[in-house]
């Protein structure tokens, strides 16, 4: 797939944390918010791209390999993606480990998510490549997963996502904002940094923090 994000747009995002980007999506009233993933070492990178889907399921109910249809993703997905994989509503079952973070590096992808578990985790965390997910797994994805496809839409977290949709993700979790929504999101997303930043700065200033508050009519700010 095209990643099409223009460079600034993932700046921009880069320059949020989480809640921003939820603050933004609920303001207009999507939602994008997972539960349950997050990154699976301290200090793993902060990750925005464009999604290139995977989604598993039990072994003997999707047409393909898991093993061969994730690489075939990964190549797919190319510089600058994410690779998000429906793990098919098991967190505990492995999704992606050290050869598939390797082959991923090599490609050029920006990260990947994963509702289910990953292994490998040293290896991931070595390459520097980051990896969110619903916890670490030790065993093979063989004989557990195989393939229903990828490029399609997936059921993430209990999110539809489709190709080319953005992801984002920090220490705070993992967000998916819709492509067709990511610019007012983006704007929604900074005004909210830019308000928040200023309520901080009034506090610092010793002025009464629910004044702060109130200035900025902060309990309307998401109405």
């Known amino acids: 797939m095209t990643n099409d994000l223009a460079p600034e747009i993932i700046d921009r995002f880069m320059a949020l944390a989480g809640p921003d980007v939820a603050d933004g999506l609920e303001r207009n009233g999507l939602e994008g918010a997972t539960e349950g993933v997050f990154p699976l070492w301290p200090d793993c990178r902060k990750i925005v791209g464009p999604a290139q889907t995977l989604k598993l399921v039990p072994p003997g109910q999707g047409p393909e390999s898991a093993a061969y249809d994730t690489l075939r993703a990964v190549v797919a997905g190319g510089e600058g993606c994410v690779l998000v994989i429906d793990n098919g509503n098991r967190p505990t079952v492995n999704s992606f480990g050290g050869i598939v973070g390797t082959t991923s590096k090599h490609y050029g992808l920006a990260g990947c998510v994963s509702d289910g578990a990953m292994r490998d985790i040293n290896a991931c965390k070595s390459l520097d490549f980051p990896c969110y997910a619903a916890g670490p797994a030790l065993t093979s994805i063989r004989t557990r997963s195989s393939s229903a496809g990828f490029g399609i839409e997936i059921e993430f977290s209990g ?8 992801v984002f993700g920090d220490e705070n979790g993992v967000l998916i ?4 929504h990511i610019g007012i999101v983006l704007e929604t997303a900074e005004m909210v940094k830019r308000t928040e930043e200023r309520i901080i700065a009034a506090v610092r200033s010793d002025q009464d923090p629910v004044e702060a508050h109130e200035d900025v009519r902060y309990d309307q700010m998401l109405s």
Request: proline share 17%.
């Open 177 to 180: 904002v819709p492509q067709v």
């Open 159 to 166: 999110l539809k996502v489709q190709p080319g949709d953005l």
